[in-house]
Every structure is written in C-alpha cells, then in structure tokens.
T-cell receptor, first 114, second 118 residues
Framework: AQSVTQLGSHVSVSEGALVLLRCNYS??????LFWYVQYPNQGLQLLLK??????LVKGINGFEAEFKKSETSFHLTKPSAHMSDAAEYFC????????????FGSGTRLLVRP | GAVVSQHPSRVICKSGTSVKIECRSL??????MFWYRQFPKQSLMLMAT?????????EQGVEKDKFLINHASLTLSTLTVTSAHPEDSSFYIC??????????????FGNGTRLTVT
C-alpha cells in the first residue's frame, strides 16, 4: 500500500532562509508524488508533482522537490522563504487502485519569522 | 487553469437538518471527483470517490447513508450531510480530476466548506 510520512508538524524559518519540508514515501510501485499548499480556510493548490523523468521538479512560487528513490524521499525546498509562504503543506502519493486517489501525509505547517 | 467551485463556503445548520454542498468543475469535465473531510490542524481524510453516472465508493468507516453523494453530470457532484449532528462539524473539501489519464491527471481542489452544526 502507498503511504507518505511528513517529518515535523511545524517548521519555523526566518524570512530569507532556506525552506526544507520533509516527505518520505512508501510504495510498492514507482510512485507519483505531489506537494500541495493550503492557506487558512481554503482548498489545496498544487505546487508540483513528480510522475516520471527528471527527478528534480520545479513548481510554482519558487519551490522545487527532488525525488530520491534510494532514500524514498521527496523533500520540498525553497532557497529563500517569504512571509507569504506561511501555510500548511501536504505531501501526497497516488494510490494504486482504479480511482488513483491521493493519499496525503499529515501536513507540515510552515511559519515564517520576520 | 482548471477551476473547481465549491459552494457554500460556510454553512451553519441546526442539529437534525440536512445540508447540501456542491462541487463544480467550471472549465473542464470531471469524470471523477473526491470528497475529503478535514479536522482542525489535521490532514485530509478521503470520504468517498464519486464517478459520474455511478454510485460513489465510500472509504471504510464512512456512513454512506449519512453522507449522500451524487455525481449526476460531468461538472457537478454534491455531498449531502443528512440529519447533521455537532460531530459532523468540519471542513469538507472536494476535488476533481482533469483529463482522461487517471494516473497522471492532476487533482484540482475546491476552496472547501466549513460546516458548523449547532
């Protein structure tokens, strides 16, 4: 079965500092992986996704993630945090049943200090 | 880009009444829609998968008679919370899949509905 684990329910960084949000996955087949962002009282917005091909994936708002099969990881990074990046971030893996539903991690709240 | 409209954004209802939440794909056809429930400061819990023209598939532990899902067209799915109780208060989010390739096609999310049952 597919699953994702997000290490750290809260991450706090200073504005301008590197953002690193961790995600490890478990999958019996080559995974499709996603990062979503959620602002308060809103739905989810896709930041980026990995399906096949290049392992370094660039997304919106300056975020990127690298798929590392050997480490079963898909960590999300951004070189320089902005105040507007403060939000909840969810890593997800595509399920393998016929619906291809998304299986979400527990989420990481990013706090950005001025 | 693909837009999913969810309505209403907030609703307050009395215990025992029913509430309907709509999820519409505005500029694409969505053969599959998903309904999630999110408790405060927690992740999204999948409630059911809705396929146009067929019965919804509910996740284990989700009462299908309480959470009625209808997906009558390629652009509209509805979730009805029947005989709502305070414990049903939550944030409900729908998502719709764009495109025929179910494996690669992205999911687009509505902005959610905050349900409060008094």
């Amino acid at each position: 079965a597919q699953s994702v684990t997000q290490l750290g329910s809260h991450v706090s960084v200073s504005e301008g500092a590197l953002v690193l949000l961790r995600c490890n996955y478990s999958s019996s087949v080559p995974p499709y992986l996603f990062w979503y962002v959620q602002y308060p009282n809103q739905g989810l917005q896709l930041l980026l996704k990995y399906t096949t091909g290049a392992t370094l994936v660039k997304g919106i708002n300056g975020f990127e993630a690298e798929f590392k099969k050997s480490e079963t990881s898909f960590h999300l990074t951004k070189p320089s945090a902005h105040m507007s990046d403060a939000a909840e971030y969810f890593c997800a893996v595509r399920g393998m049943d016929s619906s291809y539903k998304l299986i979400f991690g527990s989420g990481t709240r990013l706090l950005v200090r001025p | 880009g693909a837009v999913v409209s969810q309505h209403p954004s907030r609703v307050i209802c009395k215990s025992g009444t029913s509430v309907k939440i709509e999820c519409r794909s505005l500029d694409f056809q969505a053969t599959t829609m998903f309904w999630y429930r999110q408790f405060p400061k927690q992740s999204l819990m999948l409630m059911a998968t809705s396929n146009e023209g067929s019965k919804a598939t509910y996740e284990q532990g989700v009462e299908k008679d309480k959470f009625l899902i209808n997906h009558a067209s390629l652009t509209l799915s509805t979730l009805t919370v029947t005989s709502a109780h305070p414990e049903d208060s939550s944030f409900y989010i729908c998502s719709a899949r764009e495109g025929p390739d179910r494996g690669r096609s992205p999911l687009h999310f509505g902005n959610g509905t905050r349900l409060t049952v008094t």
